[in-house]
Each structure stands twice: as C-alpha cells, then as structure tokens.
C-alpha cells in the first residue's frame, strides 16, 4: 500500500529529524499496546519483550530534538512508519526471540529507509543528516540483533496449542 | 471519560484512548481500527465532551471502553437504535457507531436496513472479521459460503451468499458508502474522518482480520488495493461497481446528497420549545 518514494519530498534535516522522532515515539506506542496484549494473552515472557522495546524506543526518542510545530511526521510516501509493527505479524503464542526478531526488522526497515534517502535526496543537508542517521541504525540493529541472539531460539512446533481456540472436528 | 475537557483544548489521539486496556487477542485488526477512530477524532478537532461511541456486542462491540468518550456498550444488534436515539435526543454530539459483522448483520441486520433509510446524521463503523470470533468462531453473515475451517461451522460451509453490506447500505439509502482495512490504519483514518464529517448515515465498512479464527485473513494486507475510481454521487453506478468489486477495493465508494432525518428540527428546538413538543 505504500506510494513510490519521492525522496525529495524530505526537503530539510529538520524535517527528517521530525520524521525519525515520530517513527522512535510510534513504535513506543505499538510496542507497549503489544506488550498490554501479551500481557492480557497470559504470555508474560513476550509481553516482557515488548516492553523493553518500548524502553528500548523511548530511549531512542529522546536523543532526538522536540520538533518545531509544523514539521513533517510521517514518512510522506509509507501509509504507515517503516518501523511499526504490523500487527498481523504476531501471534499469540509467539516468544520473546520473535519479538525481538519483529523489532529487529523494524529497524532494519528503518535502515534501509535512511540509506536510501542518503543516497537519492537531492538534498545534500538531508543527506547529511540521512547519512548520520544510518550509522546510529546500524548500531541499534547490531544492538537487537545481539539481543535476539541471547535468547533461545523457539522450537519448531511453537505455534503448536495443545487447547486451541479453533479446534478442529475430532479434536 | 476520565480527563477533564474544555472547549480551548487541542486533544490528540492518544487523548481518545481510555485507560482500559484491550482484551483483544495479539494482532487483532481491531486495535489498528480503535487507532484510528482516535485519531481521526483528533485530527477532525472534536473533543472527549463532545464525542460518543456506541456499540452492540462482541469482540469489536467493546470499542466504547477503550475511548476516552461518551460511551453506550449496548444490546446485541441494537447499536443503530440507540445511537440513532442519542443523536435524535443530542444533535450537538458526534456519533460514532461500532460493532463487528454479526451483531450488526445478523442480530442487527434489521436495524442496519432501517437505519440506512432514516439517514440520521451518523457514523456507523462495521470491523468485519467474517466470523463470530467472541464465541469461537462460528459463520456470521459476511463468511464465505463454503469456509468450513472451524469446527463451529457446518462441513462444507453454510451454502449461504454472504451478505454484501456495501450493496446494501447503498440500497437501504444509506449516505456515504467506504471500505477501509484495519491494516492501512492512516487511510482508515481519513474515511472515518470523511464519514464523520459527511451529513448523513455514513457507513464504513472495515476488513479487519481475526487472526485467531480466521489466520488467512492474514494475507488480506496483500490483497487490499486502493479503489481505482472517484466516489460517484450516482447510486446506479455505485451500484454496478459494488456489484462488480471482488471486496479487496478500499477508499470511499458513494457520497450521496439525501437530506438528513431530523437536521432542521432538532438543530433550532430551544429547551422550551421540546416541553412543548411533550407537552399533554
């Protein structure tokens, strides 16, 4: 659903720094809306996960200016931010590792995002400024990476409920 | 409502969300829908003190405790009549009505036809997950004639036409006629806020999975598709593209120009001249 890139619609580094700021407090929110889901869903160990995602993002927020009124906060060409979760890609019986795995790909989005503006804006400060904001993803990538890698992997048959909701004639 | 409201407030999104959490399950479409029902309160500048929703029952029908509004949890099916009855009683207020598929179609059905027609200046939001997911998963009314993956349907499905709630808001007369998709929460957005802001019944229709009765909704995200042509003010060719749409086209589908039931009595009537009205 997302519109093609118009990488010169980001026309100042203050207007990209609002952006950035935007996308750290959204997934603040996203993250502990998922954390009170989990929470709800009796899996506390991914509910967890969440929250210090959240923390994790609050802490990223805060490196950040307070906008001036009036600037951009959303990516102008994504209907949603690159680094929201979608919501859709969850479950309830997922562990810790896939949230960490959810919110690694959400900064990988990000990255990516911020590389491409780097190299295509015909802006030279928004390239700057893009430039300077890849090199602190990078970090929060190896950052959650790592984390990730802590954890256990889950095992194949994660998904597995032995009472499930939906269960099947027979069951 | 729990914060205190004044007229000069500027009121966020955030503001719209109560304290109560969600009990939805993880990745419920619903959570993206309740998004951005607040935030196109937000952006339309409406406050708390001003704003009511009210619903019927089921997953989606637990909307009203989640807002920071006026808010009215009612009778299975009968959200329309009392929110039709709200803005009749309160046309300074602005009316959102929700619920998911079964209570408004099947419970409902009658007060979704009828509500259609009066054309009472309202919202009426519909999360259709096409299953009955807060009693495990039965067919409701919008399911697929031959969806049989859960053990609360019939082997081979209901064999029943699913209901086209587009088609036939747009018959019964309803006003303003959209779809959105809880996974395009910001497009969303801008329907609800359209909806609110169109006189008249508005109706919008939202797809928002049931990952837990019905995981292939997942792969709605990749199916969903803006609609390709303008809003018609013209019902027949509303009708024809409804007819023809295979579900997956969002956007706002029909504005029509019917009168609003009620308007021009109840925006003039003075406290006095109601007593009258109920006068012996």
């Known amino acids: ?171 | 409502m729990t914060a205190s409201c004044n007229s000069s407030t500027v009121y966020s999104a955030k503001d719209f969300k109560s304290e109560v959490k969600p009990v939805w399950c993880p990745g419920c479409g619903d959570y993206a829908v309740l998004s951005s029902i607040t935030k196109a309160f937000a952006d339309l500048g409406l406050k708390p003190h001003e704003t009511s929703v009210v619903s019927g029952i089921g997953c989606s029908s637990r909307i009203p405790a989640y807002t920071n509004t006026y808010g009215f949890h009612s009778i299975h099916g009968r959200a329309l009549a009392v929110g039709q009855g709200l803005k009749l009683a309160r046309p300074d207020l602005t009316v959102l009505v929700a619920g998911g598929d079964g209570d408004g179609f099947s419970i409902g059905g009658n007060h979704f036809l009828h509500a259609c027609r009066r054309n009472v200046d309202l919202t009426y939001i519909v999360m259709d997950n096409r299953v009955y997911g807060m009693t495990k998963g039965q067919p409701s009314p919008t399911t697929e004639s031959d969806w049989d993956a859960s053990a609360m349907a019939p082997p081979g499905g209901t064999g029943m036409t699913p209901f086209h709630p587009l088609a036939i808001a747009l018959a019964a007369g309803a006003n303003f006629v959209a779809r959105g998709f809880s996974g395009d929460p910001n497009g969303t957005a801008q329907i609800i806020a359209e909806a609110i802001k169109y006189p008249g019944f508005s109706f919008v229709a939202i797809m928002s999975p049931c990952i837990t009765f019905r995981e292939e909704q997942r792969e709605w995200k990749e199916m969903v598709r803006p609609a390709v042509v303008e809003a018609t003010t013209d019902s027949a060719q509303a009708a024809r593209r409804l007819m023809t749409d295979d579900g997956f086209n969002i956007g706002v589908l029909y504005r029509g120009n019917r009168q609003s039931y009620g308007k021009e009595a109840k925006v003039t009537s003075t406290a006095a001249a109601l007593e009258a009205e109920f006068a012996l």
């Not at chain 1, 659903?1 to 929110?29: C, H, Y």
């Not at chain 1, 990000?110 to 802006?123: I, R």
């Not at chain 1, 950052?143 to 909701?165: C, N, Q, V, Y």
Request: glycine content about 4%; hydrophobic content about 45%; some cysteine.
């Open chain 1, 1 to 171: 659903m997302s519109k093609a890139p118009d990488f010169g619609a980001v026309k100042t580094s203050a207007e990209l720094l609002s952006i950035a700021r935007a996308m750290e407090l959204n997934s603040v929110e996203r993250y502990r809306e998922l954390a009170e889901a989990f929470e709800i869903s009796c899996n506390p160990d991914t509910a967890e996960a969440f929250r210090e995602l959240a923390e994790d993002e609050a802490r990223q927020a805060a490196d950040f200016p307070v906008p001036a009124a009036g600037l951009a906060q959303v990516v102008p060409w994504f209907e949603e931010d690159p680094e929201i979760a979608d919501p859709g890609a969850v479950h309830y019986l997922m562990h810790p590792w896939h949230a960490l795995d959810l919110g690694l790909r959400h900064q990988e989005r990000s990255l990516a995002l911020f590389a491409a503006l780097a190299e295509q804006s015909p802006f030279a400060e928004v390239k700057a400024e893009a430039l300077r904001l890849v090199e602190r993803e990078r970090g929060h990538v190896a950052e959650i990476t790592a984390k990730r890698d802590r954890l256990p992997e889950p095992p194949d048959d994660w998904e597995d409920d032995l009472d499930p909701p939906n269960w099947e004639a027979g069951d």
